[in-house]
């Protein structure tokens, strides 16, 4: 299936978004709004294949040109909370099915959630809990979930004493402990981890297993 995608805000959220290779393999039509001739101008070098419409987002006249009947996506991405919260409730007048929005703010989040707007991504709240899981993570495991009553989602972050710096994915036996590794963060995005990717102090594993054992794998040491 492919995504007709109105993003609004073309500051460095949406720019390291058109960045990765894989948002164009999935997406039909891309439509950016953004007020900054600027901000447009350096965004085309990054997506050619978008279409650019200089305007207000808070000027409904801006959308005149746009058939927002193809639209299944809305990526609210600019500085402005009020801005974003507006952009969610049009979207959502047009019936538009995935409205996703960038806030600071928990209030306005909580009032995105209450009117069903869309999917409100708190910026300050997602790099505090992701820094929380990552300490609690350094030195052991921390378990996320329950997949089933024998699988567990964990998560662990390698120091640079740890024994499994350096290695290959692929020359690390998980299968020994019933595990499977299947996302890594490197710092900057979560990814499937190749078998010839190299662990780097500061990676962030996640690993599904029946238990913690596999972690002497990473660390040396039961967790």
Do not use: W
């Amino acid at each position: 299936m492919k995504l007709n995608v109105l993003l609004i805000g073309a500051g460095r959220v949406a720019e390291y978004l058109l960045r990765e290779s894989a948002l164009r393999n999935i997406v039909e039509d891309l439509i950016i709004v953004e007020r900054d001739p600027q901000r447009i101008e350096r965004l085309q070098r990054a997506a050619p294949y978008a279409v650019f419409i200089e305007g207000d987002a808070t000027n409904i006249d801006t959308f005149s040109n746009i058939d927002m009947g193809r639209i299944n996506v809305v990526l609210a991405l600019t500085n402005s909370d009020d801005i974003n919260l507006f952009a969610l409730a049009m979207a959502k007048s047009y019936n538009i099915p995935v409205r996703i929005g960038r806030f600071t703010s928990p209030k306005v989040a909580e009032l995105v959630e209450k009117l069903q707007l869309g999917i409100a991504l708190i910026q300050p709240t997602i790099v505090a809990n992701l820094i929380e899981h990552l300490l609690l993570s350094l030195t052991g495991t921390r378990e996320l979930m329950n997949i089933d009553s024998s699988m567990r989602l964990y998560m662990v972050s390698l120091l640079d004493t740890d024994p499994a710096v350096g290695a290959r994915i692929g020359d690390l036996n998980f299968d020994e402990f019933n595990a499977k590794l299947i996302l890594l963060f490197d710092g900057s995005k979560v990814r499937v981890p190749s078998p010839d990717d190299v662990l780097k102090p500061g990676s962030i594993l996640f690993v599904l297993s029946s238990s913690n054992e596999f972690v002497k794998l990473l660390k040396g040491v039961t967790a």
